[in-house]
């Protein structure tokens, strides 16, 4: 009963907090609130039995991306609220786009028959240690390209914040 | 979390996809557009994880694809970030509307 009310608090939380972050002018207020929508997504995993995984997103979202963000909004100086939003017919068109498809995937998914859900058990399936055997066993080697991945978005990101670039 | 039903998971995430779909639309702000795009990926990760854990409890796939999700978006910000940074200093500007040519 308690998940059940935690759930739709957090839920209420990152929608509230979402619609803020696309909506308020400021970029600062943006950054601030898309950091909530990340706690109550955080929040989320830890109810989904995900708990390492809710660690790592608070670890690596709410700490290093967010804190990326604000430093470049304050490094180029944009806390100003001066940013004049697209024209009205774009508005019209996003909103009508997007509302329609998110129509049509909710109309879906109310008429959606679920077959056989497993009742999973609290197994801690979630924690360090079996994560750990799977992703170095049989996820050894996506592991390893995304290690490259990110020195060649490090590389790449240098080489591109450089000044004269001939 | 047995009484909640898989079918109110993905509304949160629909909800937060198309959220993210009309900031990424509307922003003029480049900055903000790159948070648009990480509210839906934050979307697409509550999906993996909802359907992992509902269907194959006894399966870490999705969990392993959150993880590399998360990563990725991690490159991705800092690649953006120098782009915008980079962008800024010859146009003096984070509007979308006046970065029309693609060179340095």
């Given at each position: 009963?308690?998940?059940?009310?935690?759930?739709?608090?957090?839920?209420?939380t990152?929608?509230?907090?979402?619609?803020l972050?696309?909506?308020?002018?400021n970029p600062?207020y943006?950054?601030?609130?898309?950091?909530?929508t990340?706690f109550?997504?955080?929040?989320?995993?830890?109810?989904?039995?995900?708990?390492?995984?809710?660690?790592v997103?608070?670890?690596?979202?709410a700490?290093?991306?967010?804190v990326?963000f604000?430093?470049?909004i304050m490094m180029?100086?944009?806390?100003?609220?001066?940013?004049?939003?697209k024209s009205?017919?774009?508005k019209i068109?996003?909103?009508?786009?997007?509302?329609?498809l998110?129509?049509?995937l909710i109309?879906a998914l109310?008429?959606?028959?679920?077959g056989?859900i497993?009742?999973y058990?609290?197994?801690?399936i979630?924690l360090?240690?079996k994560?750990?055997?799977?992703?170095?066993?049989?996820y050894?080697?996506p592991?390893?390209i995304s290690?490259?991945?990110?020195?060649?978005?490090m590389?790449?990101?240098?080489?591109?914040?450089?000044k004269?670039?001939? | 979390?047995?009484?909640?039903?898989?079918?109110h998971?993905?509304?949160v995430?629909?909800a937060?996809?198309?959220?993210?779909?009309?900031?990424?639309?509307t922003?003029?702000?480049?900055?903000?557009?790159?948070?648009?795009?990480?509210?839906i990926?934050?979307?697409?990760?509550?999906?993996f994880v909802?359907f992992?854990t509902?269907?194959?409890?006894?399966?870490?796939d999705g969990?392993?694809?959150?993880?590399?999700?998360?990563t990725i978006a991690?490159?991705?910000?800092?690649?953006a970030?120098?782009i915008i940074?980079?962008?800024?200093?010859?146009?003096?500007?984070?509007?979308?509307?006046?970065?029309?040519?693609?060179?340095?």
């Amino acid at each position: 009963m308690i998940t059940q009310y935690l759930f739709y608090f957090l839920t209420f939380t990152a929608i509230f907090c979402a619609l803020l972050v696309v909506f308020s002018k400021n970029p600062i207020y943006s950054a601030l609130y898309l950091i909530v929508t990340f706690f109550a997504t955080a929040g989320h995993y830890f109810l989904l039995n995900a708990q390492f995984l809710g660690a790592v997103h608070v670890i690596v979202y709410a700490g290093a991306i967010m804190v990326l963000f604000i430093y470049v909004i304050m490094m180029l100086n944009l806390n100003k609220e001066v940013e004049p939003h697209k024209s009205n017919i774009i508005k019209i068109a996003a909103t009508v786009c997007g509302g329609i498809l998110g129509l049509v995937l909710i109309a879906a998914l109310r008429e959606t028959e679920l077959g056989e859900i497993t009742e999973y058990s609290n197994n801690g399936i979630g924690l360090i240690e079996k994560l750990g055997n799977v992703l170095f066993g049989a996820y050894m080697v996506p592991f390893e390209i995304s290690t490259v991945l990110f020195l060649s978005a490090m590389v790449g990101a240098v080489f591109l914040s450089k000044k004269n670039i001939h | 979390m047995n009484g909640i039903p898989l079918t109110h998971i993905l509304f949160v995430s629909t909800a937060l996809f198309f959220i993210g779909m009309y900031g990424f639309f509307t922003r003029r702000n480049m900055i903000t557009i790159l948070m648009s795009v990480e509210l839906i990926l934050n979307s697409v990760n509550i999906n993996f994880v909802a359907f992992n854990t509902y269907l194959y409890p006894q399966n870490l796939d999705g969990i392993f694809f959150t993880i590399f999700i998360v990563t990725i978006a991690a490159s991705e910000a800092a690649v953006a970030i120098a782009i915008i940074i980079n962008l800024y200093r010859s146009l003096h500007s984070v509007d979308v509307d006046e970065t029309g040519e693609l060179k340095f």
